[in-house]
């Protein structure tokens, strides 16, 4: 008989302080963002996809088409292009396709690069119905840069 009031005693107990617990959150303001109405700010460190970094001096992109990019990504979603231009002394950069449904966001890429040509972005609201708007044309992506 003791045993079955000190069950219900510790069953009211156990409500009561959960009911305390309750109602402290109920009157303390939400923490819950309503996305995509309200959008919290970028951390200074997020790490998005790569992008190409712009050059003031010569107004171009920084990058030698040497492929150590290329090389040093493990899930192959780089593919990059160039040429030599007459009287030029190195190559050009035409193509720089990024495949981001490939892509682990490692960083390798960035971490490889002689010139640091790459940075990563900080776009985060990437969405999309197909495939391929995921396969990005960072050469086209910087001249449309402001």
Not at 12 to 29: A, D, E, N
Not at 119 to 133: I, K, P, R
Request: glycine share 8%; charged share 25%; hydrophobic share 30%.
């Amino acid at each position: 008989m003791n045993a079955y009031f000190k069950n219900i005693f510790s069953g009211g107990w156990s409500l009561f302080v959960g009911m305390g617990i309750t109602l402290r959150y109920f009157f303390k303001p939400g923490v819950t963002k309503s996305y995509p109405r309200e959008v919290l700010p970028i951390t200074p460190r997020y790490r998005g996809h790569i992008d190409l970094v712009y050059d003031a001096e010569t107004g171009t992109d920084r990058c030698i088409v040497c492929g150590s990019c290329q090389k040093a990504c493990p899930s192959g979603c780089i593919e990059l292009a160039g040429e030599k231009l007459e009287g030029a002394k190195k190559k050009t950069l035409t193509s720089y396709q990024l495949d981001f449904t490939k892509c682990s966001l490692c960083g390798m890429c960035v971490e490889s690069c002689p010139t640091d040509a790459l940075t990563f972005s900080h776009d985060y609201n990437l969405a999309g119905f197909d495939e391929a708007e995921y396969h990005f044309d960072l050469v086209r992506r910087l001249k449309e840069r402001p």
